[in-house]
């Protein structure tokens, strides 16, 4: 079975600063990618950063990185100079065999 | 290019009764996901249609049910509601069948209450 873990329900960071939010997956599967998706409040789901299992380069986007930690089934995404748009359910994702399982959340509040 | 809908966006229903929820994918996408979201569990798959053919499917039960028309537009139901129904429902478009190169792109969501 595929599993997803958000450790951090809730979490608030003030405005400039970094963030790290928290994603630990459990999966059998030797091929598999890892997302992360933001949704702000009452808007639709979008994708942030998506990451190749078998790639050990970590993914970029902006100021949104991941420190994937694959022996340890770790995949962290890092939000740099955080901004007040960044208030959102960030959600880490895991496709395999053709099927996505979501984690539970962490609702990222962006202080000013 | 007009993201992907859902109609309606709010519903409420009471125990025992049916819904059917509409999902309209952007032009040209084939396939079309459906999520439950709920706070305590997140977002859990429901089930896949590409082409009008159920791809994949969840762990849910048979109550659940969906269908995918020719024009790509996909209605889920959901049959003898029970208060845990109570959900947001999410819908995804792609281009192809889900896979790590076909981005989903997100619907806005149907809010279905059961009372």
């Known amino acids: 079975a595929q599993t997803v873990t958000q450790s951090q329900p809730e979490m608030s960071v003030q405005e400039a600063e970094t963030v790290t939010l928290s994603c630990t997956y459990d999966t059998s599967e030797n091929n598999y990618y890892l997302f992360w998706y933001k949704q702000p409040p009452s808007r639709q789901m979008i994708l942030v950063i998506r990451?190749?299992?078998?790639?050990?380069q970590n993914a970029t986007e902006n100021r949104f990185s991941v420190n994937f930690q694959k022996a340890a089934k770790s995949f962290s995404l890092k939000i740099s100079d955080s901004q007040l748009g960044d208030t959102a359910m960030y959600f880490c994702a895991l496709l395999t065999g053709n099927q996505f399982y979501f984690g539970t959340g962490t609702s990222l509040t962006v202080i000013p | 290019k007009a993201g992907v809908t859902q109609t309606p966006r709010y519903l409420i229903k009471t125990r025992g009764q049916q819904v059917t929820l509409s999902c309209s994918p952007i032009s040209g996408h084939r396939s079309v996901s459906w999520y439950q979201q709920t706070p305590g569990q997140g977002l859990q798959f429901l089930f896949e249609y590409f082409s009008e053919t159920q791809r994949n499917k969840g762990n849910f039960p048979g109550r659940f049910s969906g269908r995918q028309f020719s024009n790509s537009r996909s209605e889920m139901n959901v049959s003898t509601l029970e208060l845990g129904d109570s959900a947001l429902y999410l819908c995804?478009?792609?281009?192809?069948?889900?896979?790590?190169?076909?981005?989903?792109?997100f619907g806005p969501g149907t809010r279905l209450t059961v009372l």
């Open positions: 995804a478009s792609s281009r192809e069948q889900v896979s790590s190169y076909n981005e989903q792109f």
């Open positions: 990451q190749e299992a078998y790639k050990q």
